[in-house]
């Protein structure tokens, strides 16, 4: 920055780092999707008080495309940014962990807020007419973001804990709500009103009793969320390492995308994303070992329980 006259006004800005040595838990949730649009003259006046998720028409009481744009913009900027090594997500939030020894943007809070949040932001706008080709964005949608950081590692299981607990019941309510209101008839008043006062167990009895839905052979995509976790695969042998060289595979890391269900570990679908082929380098023994490629998973399995965190030893210990 050139030194002038009016460079006392950077005097002004305060410093807002993180603290260090702290697991950094950026969070954000979709702003405009229950924002009033009485300012908005473009719709028509019937829409006047409508949300964002009836105004583009999603289903009820989970709309597939609309889970899948959110875990599409997610994984992008897991892709972007390395130090994120874990990812939840639900509705219309999600959930980054950036490890301990982070130094992104210097730690600085702010920074990294309004980065991420405006990356998955215009993420989610890219991407938009994938999942929604026949619905136009009616508006811009807006995301608002924060960090807290958290000290220990039992703090962080217990933040994914309670956000998958959130969408459970969160879920069970939203299913048994429209489940009413769609098959059985009733206004959304009637339906708030039936549903005032239950619990878990009583939700379970009336999908079944009444609509003949078990709740816990619906998608585990609604029932657990999504999660997003980075790992490495095992290091190539180095004659695999030849044969690739020899082929059209970069030598460089490679990212890949992985998804699989709940029940089986073995990803169904995998998107692999190529660096540019680097130069040949003067070391052939350097060139000749091949780095781990990075995987970014795609999960739909309980987070709670010890079950994720013991098959990933490593994951928080950075």
């Given at each position: 920055m050139a030194n002038?006259?009016?460079?006392?006004?950077?005097?002004?800005?305060?410093?807002?780092?993180?603290?260090?040595?702290?697991?950094?838990?950026?969070?954000?949730?979709?702003?405009?999707?229950?924002?009033?649009?009485?300012s908005l003259a473009a719709l028509p006046r019937s829409d006047?008080?409508?949300?964002?998720?009836?105004?583009?028409?999603?289903?009820?009481?989970?709309?597939?495309?609309?889970l899948e744009l959110m875990d599409h913009?997610?994984?992008?900027?897991?892709?972007?940014?390395?130090?994120?090594?874990?990812?939840?997500?639900?509705?219309?939030?999600?959930?980054?962990?950036?490890?301990?020894?982070?130094?992104?943007?210097?730690?600085?809070?702010?920074?990294?807020v309004t980065t991420l949040t405006s990356?998955?932001?215009?993420?989610?706008?890219?991407?938009?007419?994938?999942?929604f080709p026949d619905k136009p964005l009616q508006y811009p949608p807006?995301?608002?973001g924060r960090i807290v950081p958290y000290p220990a590692e039992r703090h962080i299981r217990d933040y994914f804990a309670w956000r998958q607990a959130d969408t459970h019941i969160n879920n069970l309510y939203n299913t048994t709500f429209w489940a009413l209101v769609q098959q059985g008839g009733q206004t959304t008043t009637e339906a708030h009103a039936t549903l005032r006062g239950t619990f878990s167990k009583d939700k379970h009895e009336i999908l079944y009793s009444r609509f003949k839905i078990n709740y816990n052979q619906l998608d585990a995509r609604y029932r657990k969320g999504s999660i997003l976790v980075r790992?490495?695969?095992?290091?190539?042998?180095?004659?695999?390492?030849?044969?690739?060289?020899?082929?059209?595979?970069?030598?460089?890391?490679?990212t890949e995308t992985m998804t699989a269900s709940s029940t089986d570990a073995t990803p169904s679908s995998v998107v692999?994303?190529?660096?540019?082929?680097?130069?040949?380098?003067?070391?052939?023994?350097?060139?000749?070992?091949?780095?781990?490629?990075?995987?970014?998973?795609?999960?739909?399995?309980?987070?709670?329980?010890?079950?994720?965190?013991?098959?990933?030893?490593?994951?928080?210990?950075?």
């Open positions: 002038s006259k009016y460079g006392y006004v950077k005097n002004f800005e305060l410093p807002d780092p993180v603290l260090p040595d702290t697991f950094m838990l950026f969070r954000l949730d979709g702003h405009s999707f229950h924002r009033f649009l009485n006047a008080n409508t949300r964002f998720t009836d105004v583009h028409g999603f289903e009820k009481p989970n709309d597939v495309r609309a913009a997610a994984r992008s900027v897991m892709e972007e940014y390395p130090d994120i090594v874990l990812a939840f997500g639900e509705s219309d939030e999600y959930s980054f962990l950036l490890k301990r020894s982070t130094s992104l943007y210097n730690r600085r809070e702010s920074k990294i990356l998955f932001t215009s993420c989610y706008v890219l991407y938009w007419p994938k999942y807006s995301f608002d790992e490495e695969e095992p290091e190539v042998p180095e004659a695999q390492s030849e044969a690739r060289s020899e082929g059209q595979a970069p030598e460089g890391p490679m692999l994303t190529e660096p540019a082929q680097p130069k040949e380098k003067k070391n052939k023994k350097a060139s000749k070992k091949a780095k781990p490629a990075t995987l970014i998973v795609l999960l739909h399995c309980d987070i709670i329980k010890d079950d994720f965190w013991n098959e990933r030893p490593t994951l928080l210990a950075h």
